[in-house]
């Protein structure tokens, strides 16, 4: 068992000054006009089967944009945390700068949304902003970005609504935008926009923002949390009733299936949601989550894509990532009451994170006498390879190897907790 005063060692990987040089040696690769307007694409991830260099996603129309400045900005917390974990050559600083104009672009999509990921684009940039640093600007963009999750939301179905179409199913559905007046789309994704709300009541002292999540989170236990506490991706509401009227997969092998990062979502969420409101009902979810999630894990001791796909299934490194945090978040959660469970979770976190790098972590990152980034073996730009797979279940047939942002974000985020819980904070 670990203990909490040599929990970083049991991961020591991700303390390396490497991975700080990686991240990045990313930022400046990308910024392709550093004193020009700030980047307009953000690496979102690797082709499968290589090269594994960055695609860059434009910001337009991506959903992943907040997750490379958001680890800019864990990275310059972990300067504060741990300042021997980031390469001597950077400084807080300069992180935070670069975390600044890598988040500069997408501002204007804070208020109106072009969907539900507000939480994804704004909480993890301009959030930590405002958290580190108190900047106003920042403050406002994310009101600005919990006003639109509120625009989305519909009380006679008493849920935000996640997308606006979906194109994903192969059995003639047509969910259109046009449309919309006929289906409700919500995602269990939708769980981890939950804490912006909560904090645009806590900035603000309106309440209007923290109802909304408390009623999506009741909403999603009768629609995407089954009986067995495993998960739902798509649930179509009746907008009259606030009744789900099918309950789907977008992104998982079947719509009675168990997508792995679905399922991770949901911990997560559920985790943020108990901190929040201290609501007994969502500690016990969250843990009744994890416990199927684990019980579900194969020999490797990491997901994969989806839990009830045909074998072989390749690994999904972002789901164990999410897991793992929250379970951070359930250490917090029981300590007060239940000091055996939460260290239990604790360490399962702990293990969790192990088997990842052990099967996902990709080579470290090199400085060049000249400041140039050597992105090591196979040029991996990824913290991890195995992260997810994509597209619809066809897409099985083709193993996938490739990194992921917000993969690489969630096993940041645990490595920060982690030293939080170390030093008792």
Request: charged letters at 25%; a negative charge.
């Amino acid at each position: 068992m670990t203990t909490t005063s040599d929990l970083t060692s049991a991961v020591k990987e991700l303390y390396d000054p490497a991975l700080s040089v990686k991240v990045v040696g990313v930022a400046k690769k990308y910024d392709t006009d550093p004193n020009g307007a700030p980047p307009s694409r953000t690496p979102e991830y690797t082709t499968p089967g290589g090269p594994n260099s960055y695609h860059c996603s434009k910001n337009a129309t991506a959903w992943t944009q907040g997750f490379f400045p958001g680890t800019l900005w864990l990275l310059a917390e972990r300067a504060d945390l741990d300042p021997s974990s980031i390469d001597p050559h950077f400084n807080k600083e300069e992180l935070i700068r670069l975390a600044r104009r890598w988040q500069a672009d997408f501002k204007y999509q804070a208020r109106p949304s072009p969907n539900h990921d507000q939480g994804f684009r704004f909480q993890l940039s301009y959030g930590k902003d405002y958290a580190m640093t108190g900047d106003e600007e920042a403050k406002k963009v994310l009101i600005d970005a919990a006003e639109s999750l509120v625009d989305r939301y519909n009380p006679n179905a008493g849920c935000i609504r996640s997308w606006d179409h979906m194109t994903f199913v192969e059995d003639g559905h047509n969910y259109t935008e046009e449309k919309k007046d006929q289906h409700y789309l919500v995602i269990i994704d939708n769980m981890m926009n939950l804490d912006l709300l909560y904090e645009a009541t806590k900035l603000t002292g309106d309440q209007r923002y923290a109802k909304v999540a408390t009623h999506q989170a009741e909403k999603s236990l009768i629609s995407h949390v089954r009986k067995d506490y495993t998960t739902y991706h798509v649930a179509n509401f009746d907008q009259k009733t606030g009744l789900p009227i099918e309950l789907r997969t977008a992104q998982g092998y079947a719509d009675e299936s168990v997508w792995s990062r679905g399922q991770a979502w949901a911990i997560y969420g559920y985790g943020q949601c108990a901190l929040r409101t201290g609501r007994q009902d969502f500690i016990d979810t969250a843990r009744k989550l994890t416990d199927v999630f684990i019980s579900l894990l194969g020999p490797s001791g990491v997901p994969e894509w989806d839990f009830r796909a045909p074998k072989p299934c390749p690994y999904d490194a972002s789901a164990g990532c999410i897991t793992a945090v929250g379970m951070l978040w359930l250490y917090r959660l029981l300590w007060p009451t239940d000091k055996a469970a939460a260290e239990a979770y604790l360490n399962r976190a702990v293990k969790l994170v192990q088997d990842t790098i052990r099967e996902c972590l990709t080579p470290p990152a090199s400085l060049k006498e000249n400041g140039e980034v050597d992105f090591g073996t196979d040029g991996w730009e990824a913290l991890l390879a195995h992260s997810t797979i994509v597209g619809n279940p066809k897409s099985l047939r083709k193993l996938m190897d490739h990194g992921l942002v917000y993969a690489d974000y969630y096993l940041v985020e645990f490595s920060n907790e982690l030293l939080k819980i170390q030093q008792g904070k």
